[in-house]
């Protein structure tokens, strides 16, 4: 195979080797802009603003861990939840329950999977202590496992002592559940009567409503016939004229109870909390 060569003019190479000092200025007009920027505006590449990526998800299987949380082991859970990560795990428990299979027509075991956080048992039981303990190890305390938050669970079970510790230490207020119930919502026995306080206390707003429903605390109270609590949120300015879905009010909901309706309908009907922002327009009942 035969070679071609050929020889560049020198007109050729000049125009090479310009476009080649070209190139090299800018490279270098480039490198010296981001010096200049970096030098200018040194926070703005600074890798404490850039965003953290998501911690992955965590699961904890064991059941002697469970057990130990269950049970409040506080010594033990020391020794084990002892930084951010181990505080954040996510409790899998999982069972076997029956349910209809269309396919085979029949009842047939199937596993299911429940979640919760060691701050949502802790909260749950009472475990004051263990509560403290999660928290100071980093454990969110707004997190919401397996549908609802560690607040969520303080409320349902009368836990005012973990209620006030978790508030103190931050949580929200008003931390939705999945189903869309913040913890005011879940204050439905007598003993819950403190938890509502302090939830009020720290910024718990007295008339939101449920997502699905859009049932108020004032609703949920006079439906359960808690006269204390009733006077509680009217002193925080209930308003008595909200309407749930089905367009009845607090005052429907409390004739229509069947505990206690005769003193929740007289303490609706009655003059509002001296110094409350109560509303003093009362609703007409729904006939």
């Known amino acids: ?17 310009l476009q080649r000092e070209r190139l090299e200025w800018e490279d270098r007009r480039r490198a010296l802009s981001r010096q200049c920027l970096t030098r200018r505006f040194p926070l703005a590449t600074s ?61 047939v075991l199937s596993p299911l999977k429940k979640h919760t956080s060691p ?36 409320c349902i079970h009368q836990r005012a002592e973990c209620t006030q510790l978790l508030l103190n230490y931050g949580a929200n207020a008003n931390v939705l559940s999945e189903e869309g119930l913040a913890p005011l919502h879940l204050c439905t026995s007598p003993e819950t009567l403190q ?6 206390e ?6 939101l409503s449920t997502r699905d429903r859009r049932t108020t605390p ?7 016939g808690l006269e204390a609590h009733l006077q509680l949120y009217l002193c925080y300015g209930a308003a008595l004229a909200h309407r749930n879905r089905e367009g009845e009010t607090a005052l429907n909901a409390a004739c229509a109870s069947a505990d206690k309706p005769a003193e929740a309908e007289l303490l609706l009907l009655g003059p509002p909390c001296p110094g409350s922002r109560a509303e003093l327009l009362r609703p007409d009942p729904i006939l």
């Open 1 to 17: 195979m035969s070679r071609e060569t050929f020889v560049f003019t020198s007109s050729t190479l000049r125009a090479l080797r």
């Open 47 to 107: 890798s404490s603003l850039l965003p953290k990526p998501a911690r992955r998800p965590r699961y904890c299987r064991d059941p002697a861990v469970h057990n130990i949380l269950y049970t409040g082991d506080l010594q033990t859970i020391k020794n084990i939840f002892k930084d951010e990560a181990v505080a954040n795990v996510i409790v899998e428990t999982v069972s076997e329950e029956l349910m209809w299979s269309a396919e085979l027509g029949l009842w």
């Open 119 to 154: 701050l949502r048992i802790a909260a749950a039981r009472g475990y004051r202590d263990c509560v403290k303990h999660l928290i100071l190890q980093g454990a969110e305390v707004d997190a919401v496992v397996g549908g609802k938050a560690a607040l969520h669970d303080s």
């Open 195 to 200: 938890c509502a306080e302090l939830l009020l």
């Open 202 to 207: 720290h910024g718990a707003l007295v008339n």
């Open 218 to 224: 004032l609703h949920v109270a006079a439906e359960h």
